[in-house]
């Protein structure tokens, strides 16, 4: 028995296994194509059978027609095999009024080298059509917040929470007041948000090619779990922009507002030979963190450079700029 205990408290050390506390009793991995969007091809197994299987039956694409059954073992010239991500399903996730949810949040990189990034302070939140059952992983509706699947759902607007299934993210920090008595969501939430995003955009920064005059948006979609945890689901090129609620219908207005203010003012952009007015908005962005630039080819470098963090308020980005924050990061990556 002391040895099992042990064991236990092994599993469960958020130090040495931070995935220990979500992964449940049920064993559910979500199986999704890399390069498709929208909740296309999504599916729940629990078998590791079910999974080869499923991989087996559904990994190739054809191009440009799709063949018959008969024909998946003729991969001709026109065929290309499709990419898969594999991971654990989170079994105990914040359920508000009994549905699952995820928050989509709006992250804009001005530059890759140094690394800036500019997190947009307002997100929202998207519910599943259905009521959460962990017991039944095939009714998608239960377990897929994406729009586009849970609009399909007969319950989408017949039963839906809030502007159809959607919440603001002050109607989530209101309830997490409500059924903690603390401020989570604008404190430890919204810190390990941004901790992801940054992590996550290092994380790939020595393969992403440095493009002067441009920027991307990308979409983050984050998990609380029953405990408040943040969890990152995945990350999203070419964000949907679309009016699909009176909630985004006003998000996506304002952000691409303050997205060409913000790419004019870093980028220099260009409007008619002038720089582009900015108007007066409510926040004051701050560089939270200034790095130097990463050394890509280290070994044309002339001397090292150690790493360097250090907080500052930076002029030319504390301007008014709506309400994306910006935060500048990098590393320096020389020989030792």
Same mark, same amino acid.
């Given at each position: ?10 599993? $469960? ?51 440009? #027609? ?35 949810? =995820? ?25 599943? *059509? ?19 699947? *849970? ?7 017949? =039963? +839906? ?6 919440? $603001?993210?002050?109607? &989530?920090? =209101? ?24 992590? #996550? ?12 005059? #441009? ?22 090129? @070419? ?5 699909? $609620? +009176?909630?985004? +219908? ?7 507002? =303050? ?9 220099? &952009? ?30 044309? +470098? ?7 963090? @250090?907080? @500052?308020?930076? $002029?030319?980005?504390?301007?008014? *700029? ?8 990098? &590393?320096?990556? *020389?020989?030792?």
């Amino acid at each position: 028995e002391k040895q099992i205990n042990e064991l236990l408290a092994l599993l $469960t050390n958020p130090t040495k296994f931070p995935q220990a506390r979500v992964e449940g009793e049920q064993n559910v991995w979500m199986i999704k194509p890399a390069g498709k969007s929208r909740g296309r091809k999504i599916q729940l197994f629990n078998t590791l059978h079910e999974i080869h299987e499923h991989i087996a039956t559904a990994s190739v694409e054809f191009l440009p #027609s799709e063949p018959k059954d008969d024909d998946v073992e003729d991969m001709g010239p026109d065929s290309q095999l499709e990419t898969w991500v594999v991971q654990r399903y989170v079994e105990s996730p914040l359920t508000p009024h009994g549905r699952k949810m =995820d928050i989509r949040q709006w992250v804009v990189v001005t530059n890759w080298e140094p690394l800036t990034v500019w997190f947009y302070r307002d997100c929202y939140v998207r519910f599943c *059509a259905e009521d959460y059952d962990l017991k039944d992983i095939s009714n998608l509706y239960q377990h897929l917040s994406n729009n586009s699947i *849970a609009a399909k759902s007969d319950a989408f607007e017949e =039963d +839906a929470i809030g502007e159809l299934n959607m919440w $603001t993210w002050q109607q &989530l920090a =209101d309830y997490i007041i409500t059924e903690t008595g603390e401020d989570l969501f604008n404190g430890p939430i919204a810190k390990a948000m941004r901790s992801i995003v940054i992590s #996550s955009l290092l994380s790939v920064q020595g393969v992403v090619k440095p493009r002067k005059n #441009s920027f991307e948006v990308y979409g983050y979609d984050f998990l609380l779990d029953e405990n408040y945890g943040v969890w990152l689901l995945e990350v999203n090129s @070419s964000p949907c922009l679309e009016h699909s $609620t +009176a909630i985004t +219908a006003e998000l996506c207005k304002n952000m691409m507002e =303050d997205l060409v203010k913000v790419a004019g003012r870093v980028e220099g &952009l260009r409007h008619r030979g002038d720089p582009i007015p900015f108007r007066t908005h409510a926040c004051i962005t701050n560089l939270l963190l200034k790095g130097e630039p990463i050394c890509i080819h280290p070994v044309e +470098a002339k001397k090292p450079h150690k790493q360097h963090h @250090s907080h @500052s308020q930076n $002029t030319d980005h504390s301007e008014r *700029a709506g309400k994306m924050i910006s935060v500048a990061h990098a &590393l320096t990556l *020389a020989p030792k």
